[in-house]
């Protein structure tokens, strides 16, 4: 398996404009996490899926955030509009887990999103 | 709710000197607890974990964790650091079950002078 696949890798965009980050989990996985990564706030989850359902998205700053999953293969995060304040990395990662077994979360490469 | 308390936020150490990192949980049920790893520059990896059986966890590099069940704790260590153990090390926390969160400490940031 490729592991989880984020896409793009780095994302430079003007302040206003709509910015979509995606991710492909690992395939047989049934939860998929969303995290933000800055300096000042460390690693913080903004959202999760289990079986493509968004369990808990109280981590998503505000309504300029959602994301989707719109299959067990395939998510997005989208900000809009975007703010200078959203530059951070973003890192999906996915993992399995069910009643008797779990493993650990895998991460992508993350997306470098810069908002000028 | 799941917390996860890491209380050293920067350590810098010598190579061959000891480490311990301290990890603090906060959850009433049953856990699933980790710490990985991200050097500069890239995503985070796993280090080790740990679900159940023998608290006393071995992963790579050397690196071990201790589950004290009693204590809310899921300490780090390592006898002997290397200049390539400089990275930032994270602990984190999933709650049991299949609710799947999964939660991480702010981190510690890793220097090793050779």
């Known amino acids: 398996d490729a592991g989880v696949i984020q896409s793009p890798r780095h994302e430079v965009t003007e302040m206003g404009q709509e910015v979509t980050l995606r991710c492909k989990p690992i395939?047989?996985?049934?939860?998929l996490f969303w995290y933000r990564q800055t300096m000042m706030r460390g690693l913080e989850l903004l959202i999760y899926f289990n079986n493509n359902v968004p369990i808990d998205d109280s981590g998503m700053p505000e309504d300029r955030f959602s994301a989707k999953m719109p299959n067990a293969s395939f998510s997005t995060l989208k900000i809009q509009p975007s703010e200078p304040r959203d530059s951070a990395v973003y890192f999906c990662?996915?993992?399995f887990g069910s009643g008797r077994s779990n493993t650990e979360a895998f991460f992508g490469q993350g997306t470098r999103l810069t908002v000028v | 709710a799941q917390s996860v308390s890491q209380h050293n936020h920067h350590v810098i150490l010598s190579e061959a000197a000891s480490l311990e990192l301290g990890c603090n949980y906060s959850y009433g049920g049953t856990v699933n607890l980790f710490w990985y790893v991200q050097y500069p520059g890239q995503h985070l990896q796993l280090l080790l974990k740990?679900?159940?059986?023998?608290?006393l966890v071995k992963g790579i590099k050397g690196f071990e964790a201790e589950f004290i069940k009693s204590k809310f704790s899921f300490n780090l260590r390592k006898p002997s650091v290397q200049w390539s153990d400089t990275a930032e090390y994270f602990c984190?926390?999933?709650?049991?079950?299949?609710?799947?969160?999964?939660?991480f400490g702010t981190g510690t940031l890793l220097a090793v002078q050779p």
């Open positions: 395939s047989g996985h049934n939860s």
């Open positions: 740990y679900f159940s059986g023998d608290p």
């Open positions: 990662a996915s993992s």
């Open positions: 984190a926390v999933k709650s049991g079950g299949a609710t799947n969160k999964l939660i």
